[in-house]
């Protein structure tokens, strides 16, 4: 074996002679978070900014979903659901004790269960959010379902694992129950020498760590390869020892070298492209959350995780060496996100996986399509659950009111039939002078000067066009309160861009991923415009009909 995992993995297992299974306790939870509502800023005649802060944020109390609750009484009849991708705070309030210092890698599905490889017994093995062990599959050997020194691990959409078997230079495909499914090693020029880490792009590609080839590849879910780039050195897109990749939402790869101390990013056709620059200290894992875009970067060195924007640049870091303490790792080598954004810390040396609960600090929303002239209220709330355990908090009632309605005078019109308006998102304003009420926003009046806030015309009533819901262009990887509605548009549209979680009806979010894409070119599709997954001015027009 060229390299080793984190030591001498081949002389443990020649001393192991029985092992202890992976144990974990977590603290328990559902404490309820307390918040605040903090008034509005930013007030127009049409939108408003909501804030709220966490200020109480407990030893186990993990939120789950940050919102505002408004509307024009306490019945808070609309809902707006934030999802902040500004940069938080994580506390680390959950530790999952190792029984032996033997975990390299981590994956989290979307049910938030934890897989770990642990490469002295050659298994993989399951944990649920309570720390309980719910399934470990694998034995040493070379059959299938088989591992010698199992490494990387990661989930499809389908919660299918993937495992770096490093060993037996091979990767191998697992049911979420742990059954063995099939496994592809690469050929040729592209066979597979010591795979040590992988993950999988926006088009379900396994992307691969091929550290005795210090390179990167990637094949399809059935093991077709597709591309490498990479070679041995010390030059920019080189390696000496490769050992973390991880891929964004535009397609780009983001490679961690333990040799050389660095994480090299690189485009979709995989050209070097340049590298983050942070505070590192021996970096040795990456992972990106695929909500936010956020970035961390686990550094064995110091014990402390960098954090990084989608754009890689440097926000804060947290963590530090030590060992008993919660959130202090003796040796870190791994680092994770699970689907809500809370990360997760592996210490190889200290037998233990630090858990750090996502807490923004403050977070705010801007609502639109309000009401000009009216007053709302409004509240902060937080929600949690974990171990089966919900909390909740809300913040005080508090309103705003939006600014007063522009007006204009109707002139021009014959007959002395007028309409008043106040509604500027009203639709529909047409009809005749007859004193028939249009909308709930505009009414009959008999006032010799009406005041409007749409245009008129002589002998018409008059006519707005409310404000177009869509004005941005989107695409992959565009993140815009903007991209939560053309998703609700989609979803209420015959194009759902998911069945169930994030991006499904009343699940929506503000960032643009691939199947919000494809959900906009089966759209573009239906209306015969250009199928490029891109919201440009053709495709804005025909929503905004």
């Known amino acids: 074996m ?15 002679v029985t092992f202890i299974p992976f144990s974990a306790t977590f603290a328990k939870g559902g404490v309820s978070p307390s918040v605040n509502t903090d008034g509005a800023t930013n007030i127009t005649q049409t939108s408003a900014t909501l804030n709220g802060t966490i200020t109480n944020q407990g030893t186990a109390s993990v939120p789950t979903l940050e919102s505002f609750n408004y509307g024009t009484d306490t019945n808070y009849a609309s809902s707006s659901v934030l999802r902040t991708a500004a940069a938080p705070s994580y506390t680390n309030n959950i530790n999952i004790v190792v029984s032996a210092a033997n975990v390299d890698y981590i994956a989290i599905d979307a049910n938030y269960n ?10 993989i093995e399951e944990f649920d959010q309570s720390g309980t062990l719910i399934n470990q599959f694998g034995s040493t050997g070379t059959g ?10 990661t989930v499809d959409s389908s919660g299918n694992l993937y495992v770096a078997d490093y060993g037996n230079n091979r990767i191998q495909k697992f049911d979420s129950s742990g059954h063995y499914l099939s496994q592809f090693a ?15 792009d926006s088009s379900g590609n396994i992307v691969v760590i091929d550290n005795g080839h210090y390179r990167v590849e990637t094949f399809t879910p059935t093991g077709t390869f597709v591309s490498q780039f990479g070679s041995q050195g010390t030059g920019n897109g080189q390696f000496e020892d ?15 070298d333990v040799a050389n101390s660095t994480v090299q990013k690189f485009d979709h056709t995989g050209t070097y492209v340049g590298q983050l620059t942070g505070p590192f200290n021996a ?17 064995s060195g110091n014990g402390t995780i960098n954090m990084f924007d989608p754009v890689g640049t440097y926000v804060t870091s947290f963590g530090s060496a030590g060992s008993g303490g919660h959130g202090q790792f003796i040796q870190l080598v791994a680092v994770a996100f699970d689907p809500f954004g809370n990360a997760y810390g592996v210490d190889h040396s200290g037998s233990m996986i630090e858990k750090f609960s996502y807490f923004p600090t403050s977070f705010s929303q801007t609502i639109t399509r309000l009401t000009c002239g009216t007053t709302y209220h409004y509240q902060a709330t937080v929600t949690n659950q974990i171990n089966g355990i919900s909390g909740a908090g809300n913040g005080a009632d508090a309103t705003f009111t939006t600014s007063p309605c522009a007006s204009t005078t109707a002139g021009n019109i014959s007959g002395g039939s007028l309409w008043f308006c106040t509604d500027p998102s009203a639709t529909n304003y047409q009809g005749s002078f007859q004193g028939v009420k ?6 009959y009046a008999s006032t010799p000067t009406p005041v409007i806030n749409a245009p008129s015309v002589a002998n018409q009533a008059p006519v707005a066009t409310p404000s177009p819901l869509f004005t941005m262009t989107l695409t992959l990887g565009s993140e815009n309160p903007q991209v939560k509605a053309l ?19 009343h699940h929506e979010n503000d960032v643009f991923g691939s199947a919000t894409k494809a959900a906009v070119i089966a759209f573009q599709k239906s209306k015969h415009i250009v199928a490029n997954g891109v919201v440009g001015p053709q495709t804005i027009k025909v929503l905004n009909q």
């Open 2 to 16: 060229k390299k080793s995992l984190y030591g001498c993995l081949s002389v443990l297992l020649i001393l192991m």
């Open 144 to 153: 299938n379902g088989q591992f010698q020194f199992p490494a990387g691990l």
């Open 487 to 505: 998703q609700h548009y989609l979803n209420t549209h015959g194009f759902p861009v998911a069945k169930t979680g994030i991006g499904s009806l």
């Open 242 to 256: 490769p050992r973390s990749v991880a891929v964004d939402v535009f397609g780009n790869y983001y490679v961690v």
């Open 186 to 200: 690469g050929s040729g020029g592209n066979a597979l020498s010591n795979p040590i880490a992988l993950t999988i």
């Open 438 to 443: 249009v909308t709930s926003g505009c009414t």
């Open 114 to 123: 934890i897989y770990v490889d642990n490469s002295l017994s050659n298994q």
């Open 283 to 299: 970096p040795w894992n990456i992972a990106i959350d695929p909500t936010s875009g956020n970035m961390l970067v686990a550094n």
